[in-house]
């Protein structure tokens, strides 16, 4: 199979989807929860008819909660509101409890703004931290790659691979805060640095057979040796990533809505990286380095 004459419209492609992620995720930004933000995110549900928003938001105006948020969710309703103690929190689900009965309270959580601003400095530390040990690791995993080819070029394709399908994966879903009120929390960090994980593993097994490669070559080319190491390793590199995909489409299916945006992260960054294993970091690497003969 000849995949270097896909090198152009590829990178064409991965430009426009770049630009597009990048441009939504500075207009739309994304929608923090409560992990980041602080406060309080309560969801209920009710066995009886569900009250109307109104009506909700009314009842917890009478606790002096003004700025409580309420929105309808599938078979209940989900309240935004301040940082709540576990007395208020108690006090406060007692009166509802006798004013809507049916009702059941399924999720509770309370994080004050500072442990949020502590949590998003720490996920973002978490980040770049991940990054630097990625680029550190092919460096050093590749340090005796045959000259005149640098490990160091391997390690910046691999990083902007990650990169291409990290902000992907963000942009989508700052199009779907904007437009659906999804927010990302922990939940969502965990799933990037998941994705980090996974793509860098399935760059390193088609970047390995090009080192194998490079080392008994016989004459080819570069990019001769980058185009027999995909089609040895496309097989390998389809089927994980399929079995992987497959058991993320069954947790959307059925996991619930507690998981169900982790999942869906999961599955467009391991469906990008899959496609940035083959797509970018190889055709990156063939543009990094010249065109010699063994």
């Not at 291409?164 to 990302?184: C, K, P, Q």
């Not at 089609?231 to 959307?252: E, K």
């Amino acid at each position: 199979m000849i995949f270097l004459k896909y090198k152009i419209p590829s990178f064409i492609f991965s430009g426009i989807l770049l630009i597009a992620s990048i441009a939504a995720i500075v207009v739309f930004g994304l929608k923090l929860g409560i992990d980041f933000t602080g406060g309080t995110l309560w969801e209920f549900s009710f066995d009886a008819d569900k009250p109307s928003t109104a009506d909700f938001r009314s009842a917890f105006q009478s606790f002096g909660l003004n700025d409580a948020l309420v929105q309808p969710s599938q078979g209940g309703l989900i309240v935004r509101t301040r940082e709540l103690d576990e007395i208020k929190h108690q006090e406060v689900l007692s009166a509802l409890e006798n004013s809507f009965p049916g009702l059941k309270e399924e999720r509770f959580d309370s994080i004050g703004p500072a442990i949020g601003a502590e949590l998003k400095q720490k996920a973002l530390s978490a980040a770049v931290l991940a990054v630097i040990g990625i680029l550190l690791y092919i460096a050093f995993a590749f340090r005796k790659i045959p000259k005149p080819y640098s490990s160091w070029k391997f390690s910046m394709a691999t990083i902007i691979a990650l990169v291409h399908d990290v902000f992907i994966t963000i942009g989508i879903f700052a199009v779907l805060g904007r437009f659906y009120n999804v927010e990302i929390g922990l939940p969502f960090v965990a799933a990037i640095l998941t994705i980090l994980g996974y793509s860098v593993n399935d760059t390193v097994v088609v970047f390995d057979r090009v080192r194998e490669n490079l080392l008994r070559r016989f004459g080819k080319s570069f990019g001769e040796v980058v185009e027999n190491s995909l089609n040895q390793t496309l097989v390998r590199s389809i089927i994980t990533s399929l079995l992987v995909l497959f058991a993320l489409l069954a947790i959307l299916l059925w996991g619930g809505p507690t998981i169900w945006y982790f999942a869906l992260a999961l599955l467009i960054g391991i469906g990008f990286g899959t496609y940035s294993s083959i797509f970018v970091a190889t055709f990156l690497l063939t543009s990094f380095h010249p065109e010699k003969r063994g």
